[in-house]
């Protein structure tokens, strides 16, 4: 059976500065069936749903349920849910976790202060706390977007689950089905493609020790696409590998061709160039979608530019 990941897998599709964008993440726990548009179509209210779309509109802050990996049963019960919110920005990484019984809670935040890095919002409203575990691995199955997130997600989710990884959780929508499984880090914002359990149990592990795997890596959330493809070529340039160090401070140009600079924690700085190209021959982006020719960012160059001095 041929799959649109299959297509991509076969064209050899690179993965880099294809991450969705999003500074800050809010994650809802919502057990039970999700359907192609979860925060509506799932057993969600559907008004709760709707009115977190439209708060949540140019705020920087992208909003998912999640679920338990496993058997999903279609209840309706008012169990305790899980809450997350995470800030991906360098310099400001934070992930905060609380529970609630009430998902119209949520609706009390303040959406562009959180999309801003701003806790203090989600703390004041919803009792939230700096999260104290492992990362969330968050594994994209929702077969109702594109099938190729449950035949691939779900058994990927549920072996993490079942040999003992900490923090996983099934997750509604990370983009770029054809890239399935794909999986997202918490609070770093790296998101990942094809991924493979023994892989994602490197990246995890990285990520415990404050490090970021490159290998598969889709580009960090944080970022915009030419931003995202510049950050991972410094990274994999200079062998960087500490998570926070690296920062895109501009993006000058516009498709398809950008000139990124990337800043160093200690003062050094990249010019990257990146270029957006069309992928080909053409292939689909979902299941049973149309053939297209996807964007794609290609680095055309890595150049170290003199470093600017620390202040004292």
């Known amino acids: ?29 919502q057990p039970g069936p999700w359907g192609a548009k979860a925060l509506t179509t ?21 909003v998912a349920l999640i679920r338990r990996p496993g058997r999903h049963a279609d209840c309706h019960d008012s169990r305790e849910r899980h ?20 998902p119209e809670q949520v609706l009390d935040l303040d959406f562009t202060a959180l999309g801003m890095g701003d806790h203090h919002t989600f703390d ?25 997130c449950a035949l691939l997600g779900r058994p990927l989710a549920a072996e993490l689950a079942s040999s003992g990884v900490d923090g996983v959780w099934e997750v509604t929508h990370l983009g770029g089905h054809r890239f399935s499984p794909t999986l997202l880090v918490l609070p770093s914002g790296y998101a990942y493609g094809r991924a493979e359990a023994h892989h994602v149990k490197g990246v995890l592990q990285a990520a415990r020790e404050g490090r970021v795997v490159t290998e598969g890596c889709r580009g ?5 696409r030419p931003g995202q493809a510049a950050e991972l070529a410094v990274r994999t340039t200079t062998g960087e590998d500490r998570a ?20 160093h924690a200690d003062g050094r700085q ?17 299941c049973g979608s149309p053939l297209g020719s996807p964007a794609r960012m290609d680095v055309v160059s890595v150049r170290e530019l003199s470093a600017t001095p620390l202040a004292s």
């Open 220 to 224: 960090s959330s944080a970022w915009e």
């Open 270 to 286: 990249w010019q990257v160039t990146v270029a957006q190209s069309a992928s080909l021959p053409p292939r689909p982006e979902s």
């Open 1 to 29: 059976m041929s799959t649109c990941t299959t297509a991509s897998r076969n064209l050899d599709e690179p993965l880099a500065g294809t991450s969705t964008t999003a500074r800050t993440w809010l994650l809802l726990e």
């Open 124 to 148: 004041a409203v919803l009792q939230g706390r700096p999260h104290t575990g492992d990362p969330l691995a968050l594994v994209c199955t929702n077969g109702k977007r594109d099938r190729c």
């Open 244 to 263: 926070g160090t690296l920062t895109v401070v501009t993006t000058n140009g516009a498709a398809p061709h950008w000139e990124v600079t990337v800043a």
């Open 42 to 62: 799932s057993h969600l209210d559907p008004a709760v749903g709707r009115a977190l779309e439209a708060a949540t509109e140019n705020t920087g802050v992208r």
């Open 83 to 102: 809450v997350y919110a995470a800030h991906t920005v360098p310099g400001n990484m934070w992930l905060h976790s609380t529970t609630t019984t009430d």
